[in-house]
């Protein structure tokens, strides 16, 4: 059996010649072009970072069906907005949502890297909305989680957040039921709504990046 460079010298005829010249001076400009697109989207901002005049970034939150769509607002879902501060000595944020439902408890939790804090309870208005502004030192669970505990842990250095809304099934007073007095967190109050819904009303839509800081400015919280 003869290879193919073989074959070609037996059939006497020439052999095709590669026209390598013209085939590069056409690729040329297809490659500056996909270079020039590369660098553009390289250095274009992220369109979902929107930042405020103080400094404040933003990320939003949207109810999300089973396959994890956004169910948006004309079709019932709920809708929240976090502003927060991309650094600081201090996670200092206000968080805005609608769509809630009125006189029901729901759940602040942050998703830090790999640990997941319960921060506190509230309760919107009457109009199903809430709005939340505080600066969190730390880390830290704030209300009753049983044995979901994640130890603190302090804001310095760079973290992922996520903000989630839940409804906040614990019990409406006390501390969680079973929990032996000893374990981490046991003597954390509860405020819930008693129905045991821990349901995820608004989950993220882009990820919060923050970098804590050491020095506490001048008029920074404390």
């Known amino acids: ?34 270079a020039a697109f590369v660098l553009i989207f390289m250095r274009a901002p992220d369109s979902g970072r929107v930042t ?3 400094g404040m970034m933003r990320v939003t ?24 501060a991309p650094a600081g000595p201090a996670l200092r944020f206000q968080l805005r ?22 921060v506190a309870s509230y309760v919107p208005d009457a109009r199903g909305e809430l709005a939340i502004d505080t600066a969190l030192a730390q880390f830290a669970e704030g209300v009753c989680v049983g044995r979901n505990f994640d130890a603190p842990r302090s804001v310095r250095g760079h973290h992922r957040i996520r903000f989630w809304i839940k409804r906040d099934g614990s019990p409406p007073t006390g501390t969680m039921p079973g929990i032996p007095p ?4 046991a003597r954390l109050g509860c405020h819930g709504n008693g129905d045991g819904d821990y349901g995820y009303i608004l989950l993220e839509n882009e990820i919060a990046d923050f970098t804590g800081t050491d020095t506490i400015a001048r008029g920074a919280p404390r």
Do not use: C
Request: net charge neutral.
């Open 182 to 185: 000893s374990a981490p967190g």
């Open 1 to 34: 059996m003869m290879a193919n460079g073989d074959r070609d010298a037996a059939s006497g005829g020439p052999r095709p010649h590669f026209p390598v010249a013209a085939f590069l001076k056409a690729l040329v400009p297809a490659l500056v072009a996909t």
């Open 61 to 84: 939150l949207s109810q999300k069906d089973s396959a994890f769509h956004p169910i948006p607002p004309s079709a019932g879902g709920a809708a929240g907005v976090v502003w927060y």
């Open 52 to 54: 405020r005049a103080d």
């Open 97 to 118: 949502a609608t769509g809630l439902a009125p006189a029901r408890r729901y759940v602040l939790e942050l998703e830090v890297d790999s640990a997941i804090y319960t």
